[in-house]
Structure formats: C-alpha cells, structure tokens
C-alpha cells in the first residue's frame, strides 16, 4: 500500500518545502559579494533565534562538532570540568572533554529525570579553590525526552567562575533559552532540528567570557578554532568552503522562524508534547519523563510488557509510513521515541497516535481504537 | 498556527515529490530526440494505464478540452446525440455537442443515482432508424460522488451503433476501465487527477470505429483536430509546443502508477472510499450516494441541519491546513465533498475524519471525538 513518509523523529526533522526549493539553486563562489551578503543576514537572523548579541558561529559539521567545538575553544589539558548528565548526550559532552585531556567530573542524574539546581549548586559550593572551570548541562536530552530548566540550573552556578556551557542541540528554536539573559557562556546547536534543515551545520554562540577563556585555551584545534571562524564572519564568509546549498536552506528556515515567532514555535511544540502524551496516557502506555520535566521536542514511551519496541516501529514504518526513534543504550529494549521537532504540527499528531493505535491492535494489545487519537484532540480543540 | 496542507479535493490531486523532481528540469527542445524519445515512453506507457492498443492523444488543456476534442472530432452539425447525465459533468457534455450543433438528447438521472443500463438499452432499442450516432456517459461523476457502471451500460448498448464515448476525466487510473475490452470508442481523461500531475494536460483515446466516424466528421475543428495529433505523434511529436515540464512529470507519474500497480491502485482507492464512508456514517453524516454507486475518488457528504457546509470547509481549512471541495449548483448549500483521488493514502483519510470531528465540535454538532476516526481504522486494520 502506498504511504507517504511522517518523519517522527528528534531530529533529523521534516524539511518543509520553501527550505528544499530555497536550496535548490546554482551553487554561487563562496567568496563572492551574493555569498557575503546572505551570510551575514544568516548570522544576524541566528542571534535573534539564539537570543544573544554576540555572533554565532557556523561550522559545517554534525552537531557534536560543536560540542567538540565547545569544549576544546575554551579549555587546557588537564583543567577540570564538571558535566551535569541525564543520558546519552550529556555522556557524549563528558567523553569528548575526557579524549581532549581535561579532568571530567560527572554529575549524573537518573535517565528519565531533569537535573536537580540544588545538587548543582551544591557541587560547585564545595568546590572552595574553584578548580572547576566550566559546567556542561544538556538542554533537551533527546535519549530521554527530558528537558532541563536551563534558567534555574544557572542560577544555580551562582557566583562560581565556571564557565557555563549548554548542549541546546535539539532545543534551539524549540525549547525557550535566553542565552544571554540566563547568562550562558557557550551554546551549541545543530541544522537539523528546530532550524529544520537538512543535517551538516552546526552552531555555537560564545559570551565574553567564553571569549577571554578562549584566548587562554591551549587544547589543540584547527577546524574547530573559534578565532577563526569569527576572523572570517566579520567579512562575511567561512574560514573553510561551507555548504553553500545548507546556507541558502538555512537563511530561508530563518525567515520561517522569523515569521511565525520565536514564541509562537515554543507554544506549538509544548501543545504538540501535551498531545501526544495525553493520546499515549489515554492507551494505557506509561511515558518515561513526568509531565514536569517533559520535552516539548520528544516522547519517550515504554513499550508494554511483552513487545519489543522495534516491533511497533517497524509496524509503524512499514504499514503506515510513519518513522519513531528507538532507546539508546540500556533503554533500547525498553522505549521507543516519538519525535515532534522542527517543522511538526498538530496533524502529524494525530496520524501517529491513530497509527500507533492499529500497530498497538495488531500487536494483540487491548487498546480502544481512537481513544489516543480523541484524548489528543480534546488538548487541541482547547486551544482554538 | 502551523499548518501542513491536505489537497482533499477530486483533483488537483497532491503531486508526488518524485513527480516535482522530474519536473524540475531545464525545458528541451520539443522538436529534437530527447523530447521525442521520452514522448514514445509516455504514449506506450499511456496505452497501459488506458488499456488500449489505440493511440493515446496527448492536448494541452483542460479535462474539458479533450471533452470538446470528443464531441468535435466523431460528429457533424444535426447529429442527433444521446447524453446520459447523472450530474454537473455529464450535463457539460450535452452543453459542448449543442454549442457545435448536435441535435441533443439528454437522459438525466437524478443526482447522487447512476445511471440505470436497463433505461439506456430500452432508449437504444427504441432508436428503430439507429438515428442516435453517440452516446456519451460520464464515467465518474465528481459533482455527486457517483460511479457509473461503464461495463454495464457498455453492455446496454448492445448492437447499436453509435459511439461510445466516456469522459473518464476524474477516474482513469483510479477507477478500473477496460477501454478495449468493454467496447469503449472513445474515452477522455485530464492529468490532475489519477495521473497526480498539475493540471494542463488531457488525454483521449479513439477506437477503429471512431476513428472512421472522424475521418466522416464535420465539425470545425483544428487544436482539438486529433488527426494531426496522430500524424505528429507517429513522429514522437506533438502538432504544437506542448508543456515540456508536465511531460517530464508525466514520464514519472506513469512510472510510479506501473510500479504500483494498477489493479493496487484500483483496490487502494475503493480502500480509501470505504474508509471515509464508514467514518462519516458513525459520526452520524448523511452521504449522497448510496454505497452500491460510490465513488471510489469521491465522496459526497450532506452537512448537519442548520450547518452551512461552506463553514465546516472554512475551518477544515483555516484550523488544520485541509482542503475539502463545494457542492455544485443546487447541492451547493447542502453538502461537501471529499476527494480521495490520486497520490492520496489512508493516514490522509484519518487526519480529515479527526479533523472534521474537531470542525463538526465547534460548529456544536454532537459529536463524538475519536469515532469516526476509529471506524476508518477499523477498516484498514482488517486490510492488514
């Protein structure tokens, strides 16, 4: 049976169509005036999306470039960190700082839940002589469907010298973070999420602060070095050939940003999470984050007892054309994701939980028909 | 609110991505080997999804050109011509062949009814002079939701003469016709619908027997002249420039109709009919055609006492992104329409129940939330 494809995944996330045929031009000399010109509009419209006045800087790469970017712009060998991690990606930021020769202390919270401010604050009140030169907290963990609370985990560095560092990866244009007014140091973020491209552009924002440490930071770095890539932005151009159809997408994903609203894209993610967790709640499925410390980006589902969770992707990809994420790790056998990132809305919603519901069905799990889809509804009626 | 749009309407149909991709090309040269090598492809590929051996004439128009090429190219002024109607298209029938001086005979059906092959052969069989020398019959008629049984009235035709002509415009390629093997003359279809291209093309097929009738026809006649259109495409040509993009998508939209299969085709359309039907009836809408004449690509739906149909579509469009069609003429205030014709798959029918459900909600219909929904996917679980 023919189907057309629903991409319910955190990320990559569905390219709406004015991003495709923006990117769908010549190729032009990235050392031109055209080129010049889009990219420094490009670079403007990102510091209104990052809420930060000082430039943001692209490197073509995968997301974690940037983390890498991140962590070896600002420190030395041997300085010490402290990463606060609640799954898969606050591990990556702990490995990466790990391989560059920095001393990592973790602090680990349960996967499923957010990071608590007090033992944060906690942490870095012990730390009397101030060894710990930079904080890494993950904003959104993808692997848990988790959302940290950014505002209060760095008021809870208080005066610590740290430098505060945030993964907004999967957030940046979907989950509120005001950069500067939060007093973040250095945040990163990827193409292929809330900017709804397609992968290969990374992202990182830096304070002043981030800026005075860079100066002082001797961990090795070419590709990755931040004086760089802001050398080459102030003439309007990358460092390195960039890939110049991305950057065509990404000023007109920009201009869709820009137009429906920074606020108005928060609201329609948190009214998309709240959706499809009361559809999910509705089927007597059990969610693996509380409604407190929800994504608004992506839903972490345990699978009921006795189905393998691949069994209802593939279901759900085979018969009905629509794509969820698995579990990382030790969760693998345990939950599958379900994605509502970037260019999503509510439809996309209702399709999955109404799709989600046969799957349940022909998986011999008792589960009305429509009643995801109707608890689903009555969230969206409320709001029109 | 962030809206992804739903074309359920009979036609234009939603184009397929690889359909838009193919179009995307630089235009060639109509007259030079490329074009003319791709021409035979289609025309060969034409006849498969026709089922005929007859050339397949390709006119730049509308639908209702080719209906115009029909009447013009088989007939002469003061031809007495018999037009069965059930509806809008098969009234425009009688229209076209009286603007050119046929002597017209109508035989009207009521609207949301077929037409009855026992009322056709009794017509027929009192024709003692064989003064009739056409019947046309629509096929599908989108205004009512309704399909004819061309193999019936084919059959009712008996050993009369006259032409058979079938405006098979909404439902070629959706809707099984055996061009050939039911006796059908000369058929007529458009490519914005079954064929899920944009609109701009129309197509019409012609047996031995209608092409005599035009080699003996008189009605003026030089674009819609499908002798020149035979005699150019023997050449892998077309009379005049032909829209060089549709060709190119054309070209793909046959390959995906070949790859799929028409009879897969056929059975996912019925899919889709019965999908929609059986949600609408469990939210308690009164449909215009009976179960045993409905369309496969269509579906007329009467709206609640008191509820303008023009504001259930409103809503359908402005809240949740799908387009859904009028009625027309007389059945403008009572119902609307559902098209479910072309690159159309069943995740789309469940997205318009819910979202009709929600509309049906704050128009304060009593409705159930979820139930129509449910008896869709009811219906399609039992296909898996």
Partial sequence: MLKKPYLMIPGPTPVPDRVLQAMHRPVINHRGPEYEAMFR????????????????????????????AAVVNILSPGDKVLVVSIGVFGDRFAEIAGRYGAKVEKLDFPWGEAAAPAVLADRLNKDKHKEIKAVFITHNETSTGVTNDIKELMAACGDHPALRVVD????????????????VDLVVTGAQKALMLPPGLAFMAMSERAWAANKASTMPRFYWDAQSVRKSLAKGQNPYTPPVSLIFGLQESLNLLLEEGLENIF?????????????????????????????????????????????????MRERYGITLAGGHKHLEKEIFRIGHLGYVVPTDILVTLAALEMTLAELKFDVVLGSGVSAAQKILLAEV
Same sequence: chains 1, 2.
Avoid: Y
């Fill in 41 to 68: 509009d490009v670079c403007c419209k990102l510091q209104q999306v990052f809420k930060t006045k000082n430039e943001v800087l692209t490197f073509p790469a995968a997301g974690t470039g940037a983390m890498e």
């Fill in 168 to 183: 907004a990866v999967s957030s940046l244009g979907a989950i509120n973070l005001e950069t500067d007014a939060w007093g």
């Fill in 267 to 315: 609201a329609r993610h948190r009214l998309l999470a709240v959706m499809v967790r009361a559809g999910l709640k509705a089927l007597g499925l059990e969610l693996l984050a509380a409604d407190s410390v929800a994504s608004s980006v992506v839903t972490a589902v345990k699978a009921p007892p006795g189905i393998d969770p691949k069994q209802i992707r593939k279901i």
